[in-house]
T-cell receptor
Framework: RKEVEQDPGPFNVPEGATVAFNCTYS??????FFWYRQDCRKEPKLLMS???SGNEDGRFTAQLNRASQYISLLIRDSKLSDSATYLC??????????FGPGTRLSVLP | EAQVTQNPRYLITVTGKKLTVTCSQN?????MSWYRQDPGLGLRQIYY???????DKGDVPEGYKVSRKEKRNFPLILESPSPNQTSLYFC??????????FGPGTRLTVT
């Protein structure tokens, strides 16, 4: 089993839709969790950190479920500009970063 | 401006000709890392460094070397490049495993 797995995608959704991505991690000692966004062939950029209590930033909501070892990202009212690949990142034992393979999102007009 | 810089941004070279890709950050971050990204394979870590003089192998270290003699620089060395090292390379830095800041990427082609 891979350390970090994500929904395989791609997700093709119309503008205005709500879309959710899931990410599972295998190491129960993982300490920090992040969602990154990557536009085609550009560098990844932090979208949001994921906190135990869940957190929201505008149209984006991240949730962490330690018992089931997964994190999720919810995007409401999708915009064309949300089209990108979304990367889940965890830090097992707080020692290094492990990236998931990414889920590609295309928001269609 | 806080940033991670990589040079060169684009490089075409031939098999066996040693090359170095430089990475520098001006944020005094302890952690630095190199990744390669290939279509369908996602980001794969090559090497990382938790601090000066401390480096560790990532998932795909074969054919690469790194050094961390000073905090701001983390060069990636390909002693004898081969075509299977043609890829998009990213350097990143982070303060104590918080947010990672990525460089703009280096597109390397080995013929």
């Amino acid at each position: 089993r891979k350390e970090v797995e994500q929904d395989p995608g791609p997700f093709n959704v119309p503008e205005g839709a709500t879309v959710a991505f899931n990410c599972t991690y295998s190491n129960s000692a993982s300490q920090s969790f992040f969602w990154y966004r990557q536009d085609c062939r550009k560098e990844p950029k932090l979208l949001m950190s994921v906190y135990s209590s869940g957190n929201e930033d505008g149209r984006f909501t991240a949730q962490l479920n330690r018992a089931s070892q997964y994190i999720s990202l919810l995007i409401r009212d999708s915009k064309l500009s949300d089209s990108a690949t979304y990367l889940c990142v965890v830090t097992p034992y707080g020692q290094n970063f492990v990236f998931g393979p990414g889920t590609r999102l295309s928001v269609l007009p | 401006e806080a940033q991670v810089t990589q040079n060169p941004r684009y490089l075409i070279t031939v098999t066996g000709k040693k090359l170095t890709v430089t990475c520098s950050q001006n944020m005094n971050h302890e952690y630095m890392s190199w990744y390669r990204q290939d279509p369908g394979l996602g980001l794969r870590q090559i090497y990382y460094s938790m601090n000066v003089e401390v480096t560790d192998k990532g998932d795909v270290p074969e054919g690469y070397k790194v050094s961390r003699k000073e905090k701001r620089n983390f060069p990636l060395i390909l002693e004898s490049p081969s075509p299977n090292q043609t890829s998009l390379y990213f350097c990143a830095s982070s303060p104590s495993l918080g947010e990672q800041y990525f460089g703009p990427g280096t597109r390397l082609t080995v013929t």
